[in-house]
């Protein structure tokens, strides 16, 4: 509704100018700017799940009873993907694994486990494609139907939670999830274990400002992650801080 006001406010801008040009009472920079602003207003609410523009996303949930954080783990599975499993196991914690259509046929026995040890999984497209952001509403649902099927043949799970590659919540993306009807997971705190090289610098990035109920996004296809993870649970244990599932924190169902 209010992204419909912003196209027709901007709609009505660019013809004022346009006009206001044609009768030479206004140069044609400002139509220049209006159209730049809007580019940028786009961007700013399509990259940036967190303020719930396009989609209502569950990005953390700092009235939850206990003192608990919640895990999740992008662009698995993968053979990394099992360190990240055991590390888990030991300190008995759960996470949410958004898994890659494409990755699910790669490694289906990792997908599996991933299942079988007790954590939920979650759909992050087909393919991830760096496209993500200029896909038309069709090709976004194909992609998630996609991603859907090969969980439902490997794992047999409808999956009901889904995670937007890189965090693009745009209006194509917003019309292939009013059909799907996923639930979007975001998450509060993005210590960029993708990017980053310093292990050091992704860790004091998590634990300097974690609180009561935040989401934690890190990737299980990353070898740095691991380690990070390890290191992550002996501080959070140290600060008595649990860790629950994702679909608890937010009292949702992970499968249909
Ligand atoms: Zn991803």
Redesign the pocket.
């Known amino acids: 509704m209010i992204f419909k006001l912003i196209k027709i406010s901007f709609a009505i801008a660019v013809l004022a100018a346009i006009l206001l040009f044609y009768f030479q009472l206004w140069p044609f920079w400002p139509v220049l700017l209006i159209i730049l602003v809007y580019a940028i207003l786009i961007l700013i609410l399509s990259t940036n799940v967190q303020l719930n523009f396009f989609v209502k996303a569950y990005n953390k949930n700092p009235d939850f009873s206990q003192n608990v954080i919640s895990l999740s783990f992008?662009?698995g599975p993968d053979e990394n993907t099992l360190k990240i499993l055991d590390i888990l196991d030991q300190y008995d914690a759960k996470a949410v694994f958004?898994c890659?259509g494409r990755k699910i046929k790669e490694h289906p026995e990792i997908f599996k486990e991933v299942i079988n040890r007790g954590h939920i999984v979650g759909n992050?497209t087909f393919s991830?494609t760096r496209k993500m952001g200029f896909l038309g509403s069709r090709t976004i649902l194909n992609e998630i139907k996609k991603c859907d099927e090969i969980a439902d043949e490997i794992g047999e799970v409808k999956m009901n939670l889904f995670?937007p590659?890189?965090g693009i919540i745009n209006p194509k993306t917003q019309r292939a999830l009013s059909k799907t009807g996923h639930k979007v997971i975001g998450w509060n705190i993005r210590p960029y274990d993708a990017i980053t090289k310093s292990p050091e610098k992704i860790l004091q990035r998590i634990t300097k400002k974690i609180n009561r109920g935040d989401v934690i996004l890190l990737?299980d296809n990353m070898p740095n992650t691991a380690p990070i993870l390890e290191q992550l649970l002996v501080i959070l244990k140290q600060r008595k801080i649990g860790i629950v599932r994702a679909d608890k924190l937010f009292d949702i169902h992970a499968y249909n």
């Open positions: 992008d662009d958004f890659i992050h991830h995670r590659p890189f990737h």
